[in-house]
């Protein structure tokens, strides 16, 4: 079945750390892929997107992410975290469907410590 | 650009009522909508899939006549809860699609929390 996984539910992190989400996706082609944020009670930010190019995307906020073909991936990087930057994060493709639909991964919970 | 509202904010109504929430596309024409509900700390299911003038699509599961929607305009859908019940209490997202740039990019509304008593 057509899936997108983010295998981590929560992830803690020092401010001014590194932080890396994982996201994998399953489905026989390439999708569009997407990252976003979502602080409590808000809506959905866009962070960054691949459709196709260079899989090094960069994005708002200091993010980027790699899509790598040979292990379905799309990662979410940042190389030193804000204590800001703490919310949920959703990884999202849009995998086939004549609607193009987004299909979204369960998210991470991102805590920043101080 | 690409800015999504949703009105209202927040609700609070009594069981067996209608709530209505608007979603508006402020900048683009949305020539389709999508419609999520989110349980606390879960992620976003997607209820259906509206075009601009025809009727919505529903993914399996939701009640259509529950939750009805409407996308009369291209700047314009409704979710209605109808004879709603504490159950239907949730985190309801909207997110359009602008027909005129070509990609399948959603821009997403800042949601609205229901609460049914």
């Known amino acids: 079945a057509q899936s997108v996984t983010q295998p981590d539910i929560h992830i803690t992190v020092s401010e001014g750390a590194s932080l890396e989400l994982r996201c994998n996706y399953s489905?026989?082609?390439?999708?569009?892929l997407f990252w976003y944020v979502q602080s409590p009670g808000q809506g959905l930010q866009l962070l960054l997107k691949?459709?196709?190019?260079?899989?090094l995307v960069q994005g708002i906020k200091g993010f980027e992410a790699e899509f790598k073909r040979s292990q379905s991936s799309f990662n979410l990087r940042k190389p030193s975290v804000h204590w800001s930057d703490a919310a949920e994060y959703f990884c999202?493709?849009?995998?086939?469907?004549?609607?193009?639909?987004?299909?979204f991964g369960s998210g991470t919970q991102l805590t920043v410590l101080p | 650009g690409a800015v999504v509202s949703q009105h209202p904010s927040r609700v609070i109504c009594k069981s067996g009522t209608s709530v209505k929430i608007e979603c508006r596309s402020l900048?683009?024409?949305?020539?389709?909508m999508f419609w999520y509900r989110q349980f606390p700390k879960q992620s976003l299911m997607l209820m259906a899939t509206?075009?601009?003038?025809?009727?919505?699509?529903?993914e399996q599961g939701v009640e259509k006549d529950k939750f009805l929607i409407n996308h009369a305009s291209l700047t314009l859908s409704t979710l209605t809860v109808t004879s709603a019940h504490p159950e239907d209490s949730s985190f309801y997202i909207c997110?359009?699609?602008?027909?005129?740039?070509?990609?399948?990019?959603?821009?997403f509304g800042p949601g609205t929390r229901l609460t049914v008593t």
């Open positions: 997110s359009a699609r602008d027909g005129n740039r070509g990609t399948y990019e959603q821009y």
């Open positions: 489905y026989g082609a390439t999708p569009y």
């Open positions: 509206s075009n601009e003038g025809s009727k919505a699509t529903y």
């Open positions: 999202a493709a849009i995998l086939s469907g004549s609607a193009r639909q987004l299909t």
């Open positions: 900048d683009f024409q949305a020539t389709t």
């Open positions: 691949y459709f196709s190019g260079d899989t």
